[in-house]
């Protein structure tokens, strides 16, 4: 069965901070990963897809890396707002899309 | 460009009555796709339709749940009767791929969120 993990659950920084969220999968073959946001009470919103052959992309203060051969991915927050406080989620795709259950990311001033 | 549209946004509901949630996708995507969001966890596939074909409801529980996508463009989501552990967020996302609709960049509406009681 085809498994997307990702940690920590929550995680909680203050304004301005960095952080790195982690997502561990078992999808293949492999076709492309994708970096959801997704704020309270709305839907997803696309940060990043990437494809088997880029291992990083960039989306403003957002830069996702990817390692197909240790089939991790990454997410950097650079100098974190608050507006960043949101669930981020990881979704991997064969031929079927794979969701991971999220990150939650709280900033606070 | 229009976002994927989702109504109503909120429903309550007893259970065993019957609920419907309704989708537009972007104008002239093909893919269109039903996913339910229980608090804490992400989304999970329900249905998939490709143009106004199934293309994947492996996970839809089909003894209560029904989706149609008349005409290719928009759909609706029905579930009756309802059941306690149905209370999740209903999300309805579009993709423009048509051969390979995994691979598209996928568009979510705000969702339905749903309480049965």
């Known amino acids: 069965k085809n498994q997307v993990e990702q940690s920590p659950q929550s995680l909680i920084i203050l304004e301005g901070k960095n952080c790195t969220l982690q997502?561990?999968?078992?999808?293949?073959?492999?076709?492309?990963l994708r970096w959801y946001k997704q704020d309270t009470g709305r839907g997803p919103v696309s940060l990043t897809i990437m494809t088997f052959s880029e291992n990083t992309k960039s989306n403003g203060r957002y830069t996702a890396t990817l390692d197909a051969d240790t089939k991790q991915s990454s997410l950097h927050i650079t100098a974190s707002q608050l507006s960043d406080s949101a669930s981020y989620i990881c979704v991997v795709s064969d031929y079927k899309l794979s969701f991971g259950a999220g990150t939650t990311v709280t900033v606070r001033a | 460009e229009a976002g994927v549209a989702q109504s109503p946004r909120y429903k309550i509901i007893e259970k065993r009555q019957s609920v419907a949630f309704w989708c537009n996708p972007i104008?002239?995507?093909?893919?269109l796709y039903w996913y339910q969001q229980i608090l804490g966890q992400g989304p999970k596939l329900l249905i998939q339709?490709?143009?106004?074909?199934?293309?994947?409801d492996s996970q839809l529980p089909k003894d209560r749940f029904s989706a149609e996508r008349l005409k290719g463009v928009d759909s609706t989501l029905k579930i009756q009767p309802a059941k306690l552990e149905d209370s999740a967020v209903y999300l309805c996302?579009?993709?423009?791929?048509?051969?390979?609709?995994?691979?598209?960049?996928?568009?979510f509406g705000e969702g339905s969120r749903l309480t049965v009681l």
């Open positions: 997502c561990n999968y078992t999808v293949s073959p492999f076709s492309n």
């Open positions: 339709f490709q143009n106004n074909g199934v293309v994947d």
């Open positions: 104008s002239g995507h093909a893919t």
């Open positions: 996302a579009s993709s423009l791929g048509t051969w390979q609709p995994n691979t598209g960049e996928l568009f």
